[in-house]
Antibody
Framework: QITLKESGPTLVKPTQTLTLTCTFS??????????VGWIRQPPGKALEWLAL???????RYSPSLKSRLTITKDTSKNQVVLTMTNMDPVDTATYYC?????????????WGQGTMVTVSS | DIQMTQSPSTLSASVGDRVTITCRAS??????LAWYQQKPGKAPKLLIY???SLESGVPSRFSGSGSGTEFTLTISSLQPDDFATYYC????????????FGQGTKVEIK
């Protein structure tokens, strides 16, 4: 059974750097084709894809946020970390991580529960 | 960047209605399109992938079609559990491998 869980601060100040951790179980990020992505959703608004890291350390970022995002993986710990610099109140959102399976041509089939991050001084 | 446009933004329907939601891509994405259902306070749930493949465990009243730039999600007979917000997502993993969500369609009770 695949599970993912996001963790990190619930409140950050403007200009600070946000660090979120996705801890997962039931799969390995060393398996060919597997990916883990980050998606966010401001209150009452749509989903926004942020970043994706693959088993081979290939990384993709949303063009609009690329300069502020870094995604990394720690295969031994079953974790994926997303950092976002220069946080602003508009970055207030629920942040989700999700599993991209290695086969079948699917997108994100399993999601974490999400973690709410508020940006405020 | 590939933009995804969903229509309508809101849809009012009754139990038993046939419902269709449209998603348009700003350029061809072949069949690399997924549909998700999201209920308030919950994570999205994958319904359809590769435009028309039904995710395991998803009721057969949900179906997807289309390719290239035009896609549809159809609910053949709306059930009480289907009132939710639906998102399309393009996930062309090849060049440049950047993914995008649509802005969502909220299905409300009429």
């Amino acid at each position: 059974q695949i599970t993912l869980k996001e963790s990190g601060p619930t409140l950050v100040k403007p200009t600070q750097t946000l660090t979120l951790t996705c801890t997962f179980s039931g799969f390995s990020l060393s398996t060919s084709g597997v990916g883990v992505g980050w998606i966010r959703q401001p209150p009452g608004k749509a989903l926004e894809w942020l970043a994706l890291i693959y088993w081979d350390d290939d990384k993709r970022y949303s063009p609009s946020l690329k300069s502020r995002l870094t995604i990394t993986k720690d295969t031994s710990k079953n974790q994926v970390v997303l950092t976002m610099t220069n946080m602003d109140p508009v970055d207030t959102a629920t942040y989700y991580c999700a599993h991209r399976p290695p086969t079948g041509g699917k997108a994100f089939d399993i999601w974490g529960q999400g973690t709410m991050v508020t940006v405020s001084s | 960047d590939i933009q995804m446009t969903q229509s309508p933004s809101t849809l009012s329907a009754s139990v038993g209605d046939r419902v269709t939601i449209t998603c348009r891509a700003s350029q061809s994405i072949s069949s690399w399109l997924a549909w998700y259902q999201q209920k308030p306070g919950k994570a999205p749930k994958l319904l359809i992938y590769k435009a028309s493949s039904l995710e395991s465990g998803v009721p057969s009243r949900f179906s997807g079609s289309g390719s290239g730039t035009e896609f549809t999600l159809t609910i053949s007979s709306l059930q009480p559990d289907d009132f939710a917000t639906y998102y399309c997502q393009q996930y062309n993993s090849y060049s440049p491998g950047l993914w995008t969500f649509g802005q969502g369609t909220k299905v409300e009770i009429k």
